[in-house]
């Protein structure tokens, strides 16, 4: 959106931009940007709140007479409410492993039994279920204080591997869960704030930005509101 800003103010459109992640907008630098800090994909706040979403309006709407570029908060702050996917992870077997490479190696059956039910897997971007705990363990290296640049990741592409590892968790949950579709985010929920692989993901998502790595090896690796 802050690219399509620059866009239409450049062919004299006036533009104002709701504003998801602040630190993309600080860097894109829309003409107008209203920042409000809500769960991502409710840009205007509260479902069902009508006296809200005007008021979120209203606010970026008078940021017109503003000459750009100029970011703004809305003033308040709503936290997200989705409920994590209740599904049981597997006790741990091997205590010498990273936790998170004990965890999705016992994951694994769930996983096949996904497959075979459904017939196809969305994971194999970069690599398949086989390499899923191979590069937990990388990224368990990384965490730990691991040169991101000099350990072994397929691709070196943090985006498509973790959209991988996290679509093999999200598979196997279903599975363990009996196939059910889960409401909103409960299954990124229950990945980043259960899961040793969602914790792991983003301890080394912390790491590589400490590290110096460049915004989008880094950013990507997880929903930008984590």
């Known amino acids: 959106m802050c690219t399509l800003a620059h866009v239409f103010e450049a062919a004299g459109i006036a533009t104002v931009t709701l504003v998801a992640t602040r630190s993309v907008a600080e860097r894109m630098k829309p003409p107008r940007g209203l920042y409000g800090e809500f769960p991502l994909g409710r840009p205007l706040g509260r479902p069902s709140d009508p006296e809200f979403q005007h008021d979120v309006l209203a606010r970026a709407f008078a940021l017109l007479d503003a000459d750009g570029p100029v970011l703004e908060d809305h003033p308040d702050v709503i936290e997200a409410e989705e409920v994590p996917l ?20 016992g994951l694994r059956k769930a996983y096949d039994r996904s497959l075979e039910r459904r017939g196809f897997s969305s994971v194999g971007r970069v690599i398949d279920a086989d390499t899923v705990p191979k590069v937990l363990a990388t ?8 040169d991101w640049k000099s350990v072994e990741l397929p691709g070196k592409n943090t985006t498509a591997l973790c959209h991988d590892i996290r679509t093999y968790y999200e598979e196997a949950a279903l599975e363990l869960a009996d196939g059910l579709a889960p409401d909103g985010r409960a ?4 990945y980043f704030e259960q899961t040793e692989a969602g ?3 983003l301890a080394a998502r912390a790491a590589i930005k400490d590290q110096g790595g460049p915004h989008p090896a880094w950013f ?5 509101h984590r």
């Open 187 to 190: 299954a990124e929920a229950w």
């Open 220 to 224: 990507y690796m997880a929903p930008g």
């Open 86 to 105: 209740s599904c049981s992870l597997p006790p741990r077997f091997d205590p010498d492993l990273p936790p998170a490479v004990d965890e999705a190696n």
């Open 139 to 146: 990224l368990h290296d990384i965490a730990e204080g691991a």
């Open 199 to 201: 914790r792991t993901v």
